[in-house]
């Protein structure tokens, strides 16, 4: 029995570091690990599933080849290798590089990640996407008001006397940040929850406030209304600090609780209440979640949020801030997101960054010159997890060949003419950063794979060898095969760093070098004009939008409005991320099927009871399910968490649209109107 | 403590019982514990020792939400001990863990039964009952239970018992469970909502109609899901309570008349019980073990009081009781013979009594209910002596206490057996009155069937008792 120090590399907030105990050979136990600050309670159920994980028996352990009828047939890693090697080569001669898709999702994270588009580049060429799923609006809007996206330490929430969790359920998404609530609260800490749902983490909160989803912008402006109106802005500090707030009053000096709650719901008085408590309570931290941000208003809400951290003077200080994404670990990167995710103003000509991920099947089928004929899929299960699932099916479905390499037979990966068997986080040694907590880690071997799994940084060697590409060149870009060869290729990685090594991060998590505990703490916005910006003239010109924050009508309530009233929220839950861990008994013990949750009033004029199947419908698609009635949900919406497999009837994109946030080139997949009725099957 | 040391002025104490400490206000329900259990224990994946029971998960308006995360608490008076019939299931002196020793366990599932937090759970493929062991062979490494160890967010602990015995939702029992409480704050109060649902919506649906949680039988077929009581499940022993009510009923009417009860139907008869009493054990082959805890256990003393009553009535027949031939070589004198009649009647009564006493913690109310067996038995004897004046006695009562109860709503189906029991007392009187010599036969069947029926829904009502049902209880009637 061995004792190992690792680190979860789920998109997921808290990368928990762990303790993993391995006995012959086989993963044994999951244990919480002290060093790391941020998750010393230890990993969530989700890492303590690794164990059915690694050892499910629907591993994927050998190449498969899909047989005409669906089926898949084992096959060796030659004929394998073989087959998609002269697939390359016959593209690459018809209709150039460019031809292939290559598109990556955010499965897993690592340095060794990168040899995907390393190898892309060898083969001479590649499509790819810009933009991405999960967060540009929010990082973006982040970017442009503080010029980075740096936040105090997770551990200082518990200096907070105010927080607010704007649109965040973190007892399911983040569980780690709730010890430090749960501090903050205990030593007479306040907390207000903003969120459609009375959820998990709304029973901590002595007020929740509950807006029509996609109106937190006009929410925010108008206790951006009530703060001037009252005198609660710290005068001395945006006087020194921020740019526009001059005009920022007078671009809310009409906007008044009354206005605010004709759009919202929200009453006026507790809008008062709320902009009262913000005005008045410090230090204030400001946790807003990811959903929120997918709507195609959400970079100008997220703005507008942020405004009113900038206004109450809560920014630089102990237990207080804003805290979207904390990405003081990103050091390795070149160039930081979001602004990695846009295409690049000049392309070179190899790379063909042309899909928006947030219109990936339409985008995919425009394509000319040359079109799509050939797709490699690698961390991702875009089907189900993309925005409109029928058009990224019928374009994965348009192509002449694909691969996919996964763990699992996803619905991405029952569309693959060759699935190639994925490593496991256990298999292969790497190291991650982290966008909540503030470590780098180390994530080693601890398992041989099992099977015939080899890591991709294997497959693509073995590819480029068999398309021809120069050693040297392949030598220059791709890590060696082999374990040692993988740390010498890390080490290299890590160089620049005097901070990091290998030895260094075997020893548990590193604080990434340059750390700041309290974020901007010297006052200096690494803005244009160093200050915090709620006037940005790079958002105006960048994206069109009004240089100050402000709010639209989410644009999905004009088009659906009248035959598909409903929000369909679609948010995360505890028991998956995105589409991973759903397939696993121990997970299905906690969530067994997709449910559907609506408020009684919305049920009662429909006839739906607690446990009736229902449809859930709009232009776009359907899908049929039980539900269950929701005391709690704000009535006209309803609610399906996402990540469910199509297979069981809770794929949520089959409903969603593919149309990008106002900045970032997100994805506003989280505005989906629709429609319920019984089920009449 | 030192033997012969010097007397000091303080005092020696025991050092306070160690158990779980749980926080209701750091527990998000995200079942880390529950999985840890799994792990640890090598349990099947998807299934553990440990559950989450939640607290209104429909959220309903002012009443708060939360969650319960149990398994065994080890409790210092605890009944799954008292009551296991083979011993199998025992305090460790040093630990205080309650475990199950499974060469011992026959699987009954009466610890089940009478836990009133749904700790033990029932293996189906081994047949023996496995639990939470307060991972003891941790403890004395001086490690942390593992579900402890686990908790993302300190929420469940482990340590010297302190702060409150009872929270909403936990069952309240006088099993002295070791574990505390840290209360909500804010007094429970759910959060002050922007948005509160209309009150005759609210009114539309009343508790019990919402359960918040559709769907929510898992998928993948559990193995230690907490033990559950139909009669589907429970059939052996319907078949096996109302056969030994049949049984008495006729040693009583054969040892007070003249009613013929021969030998060999007996035996055959008992033999049948018996094996159905075994039917529904995990394991059948260990049934024998039953007797080693009369003491504490009403199990053990029902089975006692069978093997007793089986014991008396064979003995009695086998020297000619009933008028049957004497099959030992000494006989016995009258006097002696119907005294052990007598005392085959009265094991057999006895044997009754402590059957449906075995029945208690699942049935909901305490009261007598037609359907036992301690009035069956006597009704059996009435119609075969036949004795219309006590049939009718007991028949009679039979129908007001089955009338009382569909009167008060307390049993599903409530006036379908008053009719059945109505007929049952009419029936055979009528038969009596109008054709005196097919009493006997018709009387019979027409008793039996209505006895089965009434005592199959009296299998369909047993409830075990356990943290999800009180939890839903209290949560429909909050605040308390």
Redesign the interface.
């Known amino acids: 029995m061995t004792l190992h120090t690792t680190a979860c590399p789920r998109n997921c907030y808290s990368t928990c570091t762990m303790t993993v105990e391995v006995e012959d050979g086989r993963l044994r136990r999951v244990l919480p690990h002290a060093g790391n600050r941020a998750t010393s309670g230890g990993p969530c159920l989700k890492g303590l599933a690794y164990v059915e994980r690694v050892a499910s028996p629907q591993r994927i352990l050998h190449p498969l080849r899909r047989r005409p009828d669906g089926s898949f047939e084992r096959i060796s890693w030659d004929q394998a290798l073989d087959e998609i090697a002269s697939r390359l080569q016959r593209v690459r001669a018809e209709d150039g590089p460019q031809a292939v898709l290559y598109y990556s999702a955010s499965g897993t994270k690592g340095l060794l990640n990168r040899v995907g588009t390393a190898f892309w580049r060898l083969y001479g060429g590649y499509t790819g996407t810009y933009g991405d799923l999960c967060w540009p609006a929010g990082l973006e809007a982040t970017r442009l008001t503080l010029g980075a996206n740096t936040h105090n330490a997770p551990w200082d929430l518990a200096n907070a006397r105010l927080i607010v969790l704007w649109g965040k359920n973190a007892a399911e998404t983040n569980i780690h940040q709730m010890p430090f609530v749960e501090a903050s609260l205990q030593a007479g800490g306040r907390l207000v929850v903003v969120d459609p749902r009375r959820t998990e983490t709304a029973e901590r909160a002595e007020l929740l406030v509950q807006p029509r989803p996609g109106t937190d912008g006009a929410l925010a402006l108008a206790i951006a209304h009530v703060l001037f109106r009252d005198g609660l802005v710290d005068q001395p500090f945006t006087d020194a600090h921020v740019l526009g707030h001059e005009e920022y009053r007078e671009r809310v000096a009409d906007l008044t609780p009354d206005w605010a709650e004709t759009i919202t719901g929200v009453p006026a008085r507790a809008i008062e209440r709320l902009a009262a408590l913000m005005g008045s309570v410090q230090p204030m931290t400001v946790a807003a979640g990811f959903g929120m941000q997918r709507y195609a208003n959400s970079g100008q809400t997220m703005r507008a949020l942020l405004a009113l951290v900038a206004l109450t003077g809560n920014l630089g200080r102990r237990g207080a801030g804003w805290q979207f994404a904390n990405l003081q670990t990103a050091v390795f990167d070149e160039v930081q997101d979001p602004v990695a995710f846009y295409p690049p103003e000049r392309p070179d000509g190899v790379a063909r960054i042309a899909v928006s991920t947030a219109r990936l099947g339409a985008g995919m089928l425009a394509l000319r010159d040359p079109p799509l004929r050939m797709a490699w899929v690698e961390r991702g299960n875009p089907i189900p997890q993309n925005p409109e699932t029928p058009t990224v099916l019928r374009a994965f479905r348009a192509l002449d060949f694909r691969v996919v390499v996964e763990q699992f037979l996803t619905d991405t990966a029952q569309e693959a003419d060759i699935v190639l068997p994925a490593k496991t986080l256990f298999e292969q040694t790497d190291v991650i950063g982290a966008y909540w907590h503030p470590y780098i880690q180390l994530r080693p071997k601890v398992l041989e794979p099992p099977g015939e799994v080899k890591p991709e940084s294997e497959v693509y060697r073995l590819l480029a060898e068999r398309l021809g590409v120069p050693a040297a060149a392949v030598d220059a870009e791709l890590p060696g095969i082999g374990e040692e060869a993988v740390r010498e290729w890390l080490t290299g990685k890590l160089a620049p760093f005097p901070e990091l090594s290998l030895e260094r991060l075997e020893q548990g998590p590193v604080l990434a070098p340059g750390h700041q505990e309290v974020a901007f703490e010297d006052l200096r916005f690494p803005t244009p004009s160093g200050k915090i910006e709620l006037r940005s003239e790079e958002a105006a010109r960048r994206w069109g939008v009004d240089a100050l924050p402000g709010w639209s009508e989410p644009v999905e309530a004009g088009q659906q409005g009248g035959r598909h009233p409903l929000c369909l929220m679609t948010p995360n839950t505890k028991n998956r991320i995105h589409s991973q861990f759903g397939n696993l008994d121990m997970i299905r013990a906690n969530d067994p099927a997709p449910v559907l949750r609506l408020s009684p009033v919305d049920a009662l004029p429909r006839a739906i009871r607690d446990g009736d199947r229902v449809r859930v419908f709009n232009d776009r698609g359907s899908l049929e399910l039980p539900c269950t009635l929701d005391f709690g949900i704000l009535a006209g919406c309803v609610c399906l968490t996402n990540g469910w497999w199509i297979g069981d009837d809770g794929a949520v994109n089959l409903l969603s649209a593919g149309r990008e946030t106002d900045m970032g080139h997100g994805a506003a997949f989280h505005e989906n109107r629709v429609q319920v009725e019984p089920s009449r099957g | 403590m030192t033997i012969g040391a010097k007397a000091s002025s303080s005092t020696v104490t025991a050092p306070p019982p160690r158990g779980f400490l749980f926080d209701a206000?750091?527990c998000?329900?995200?079942?880390?514990c529950?999985?840890?259990c799994?792990?640890?224990n090598a349990l099947?994946?998807?299934?553990?020792w440990r559950q989450?029971v939640s607290f209104n998960p429909?959220?309903?308006?002012g009443v708060?939400?939360?969650h319960l995360a149990l398994a065994c608490n080890h409790c210092d008076a605890a009944p799954c001990v008292d009551h296991c019939p083979t011993g199998a299931m025992r305090s460790d002196p040093v630990t205080g863990a309650v475990v199950v020793d499974e060469d011992r366990c026959i699987g009954c599932r009466y610890c089940a039964w009478v836990c009133p937090y749904d700790a033990p759970r029932f293996e189906g493929a081994r047949g023996v009952v496995t639990k939470c062991t307060l991972c003891h062979p941790r403890l004395l490494e001086g490690r942390a239970p593992a579900c402890v160890?686990?908790?993302?967010?300190?929420a469940l602990g482990y340590g010297p018992l302190a702060g409150e015995v009872r929270i909403p939702g936990f069952p309240d029992a006088p099993a002295r469970p070791r574990i505390r409480f840290t209360p909500l704050?804010?007094g429970a109060a759910?959060?002050?909502?922007?948005?509160t649902?209309?009150a005759d919506?609210?009114a539309?649906?009343p508790p019990g109609?919402?359960?918040?949680?559709?769907?929510?039988?898992?998928?993948?077929a559990?193995t230690l899901s907490p033990v559950t009581l139909t009669l589907r499940s429970e059939w052996p022993l319907w078949l096996f309570t109302s056969g030994l009510a049949g049984l008495v009923g006729w040693v009583a009417a054969a040892a007070w008349s003249s009613v013929p009860l021969p030998l060999a139907a007996f035996l055959a008869s008992a033999a049948a019980l018996l094996a159905a009493s075994t039917l529904h054990l995990g394991r059948p082959h260990r049934a024998w073990r039953t007797l080693a805890n009369v003491r504490t256990s009403a199990l053990g003393r029902e089975i006692a009081g069978v093997v007793s009553f089986l014991g008396a009535a064979t003995l009695w027949l086998a020297w000619g009781g009933a008028g049957g031939p004497t099959v030992l070589p000494a006989a016995l004198p009258p006097a002696a013979l119907s005294g052990l009649g007598g005392m085959a009647t009265l094991f057999g009564l006895l044997a009754l009594f402590a059957a449906d006493r075995v029945y208690r913690p699942v049935r909901r109310g305490r009261s007598v209910r037609s359907a036992d067996t301690l009035l069956t038995g006597p009704v059996v004897a009435a119609v075969l002596l036949p004795s219309p004046w006590l049939f009718g006695a007991l028949a009679g009562l039979k129908l007001v206490l089955a009338a009382r109860r569909a009167e008060r709503g307390a049993a599903s189906g409530g006036a379908l057996i008053v009719a059945l029991r109505a007929a049952s007392l009419v029936g055979p009187l009528a038969l009596w009155t109008l054709a005196p010599r097919a009493w006997n036969g018709w009387a019979v069947l027409l008793v039996a069937a209505v006895e089965l029926a009434a005592r199959a829904r009296f299998y369909q009502e047993l409830v075990i008792p356990g943290p999800r049902r009180t939890a839903a209880d209290e949560a429909a009637r909050y605040p308390p």
């Open positions: 206000n750091g998000t329900g995200c079942a880390a529950s999985l840890a799994s792990t640890e099947a994946w998807g299934t553990s989450i429909e959220r309903r308006p708060p939400s939360f160890e686990a908790c993302p967010t300190d704050r804010r759910p959060p002050e909502s922007t948005w649902l209309p919506v609210v539309t649906f109609a919402v359960t918040g949680v559709a769907g929510a039988a898992p998928a993948a559990p």
